[in-house]
């Protein structure tokens, strides 16, 4: 499985280590990684990038299978947004959600010809806003809307 790293997850790696000392897995340097893997059935290699590198699974559905066993809010997580071992209070569909950041993430690409250091709250709030037009559309992202939310996210960006 293909993770995805950026701004946004910085301090995942930390988080996820919070979560497993708290569940009692081995030290770091003492076979967590192994033990991870095992515990979720996930191979060594993206173990170790979840848990060194900053780096969360880019499969919506694994992050929260992982999180939810691990008793975690997965936003927390992943982004740091929210309480960390509190799910979010109202229902929410992770599988929107990510084809939302996917979509703003593919539009930004295609409005820049170079890679972006966008910081993570400002495409959090764009995934966010997304999310919700989805959520009031029957799950149906408006293209229009989408590149209008990423004009609004490089507009952000370029004041900074």
């Not at 280590?17 to 033990?35: I, K, N």
């Not at 409005?111 to 764009?126: F, K």
């Not at 989805?134 to 799950?139: D, H, L, R």
Request: glycine share 8%; hydrophobic share 35%.
């Amino acid at each position: 499985m293909r993770e995805k790293k950026s701004n946004s997850t910085a301090g995942s790696s930390a988080r996820l280590h919070r979560l497993l000392d708290a569940q009692g897995f081995p030290p770091d340097g003492e076979g967590r990684v192994a033990a991870f893997a095992r515990s979720f059935g996930v191979n060594t290699a993206n173990a170790s990038r979840w848990l060194n590198d900053d780096r969360v699974p880019r499969d919506m559905g694994e992050l929260l299978r992982i999180a939810t066993e691990l008793g975690a809010n997965p936003f927390w997580w992943a982004i740091g947004k929210g309480e960390e071992d509190t799910p979010e209070p109202e229902p929410f569909d992770i599988t929107l959600f990510g084809r939302c950041a996917n979509e703003l993430l593919k539009q930004l690409q295609k409005l820049v010809d170079r890679p972006l250091d966008i910081d993570g709250n400002l495409l959090s709030s764009g995934y966010r806003e997304l999310y919700e037009q989805a959520q009031n559309n029957g799950a149906i992202l408006d293209p229009d809307r989408i590149s209008l939310v990423a004009v609004k996210v490089l507009a952000e960006h370029r004041k900074k």
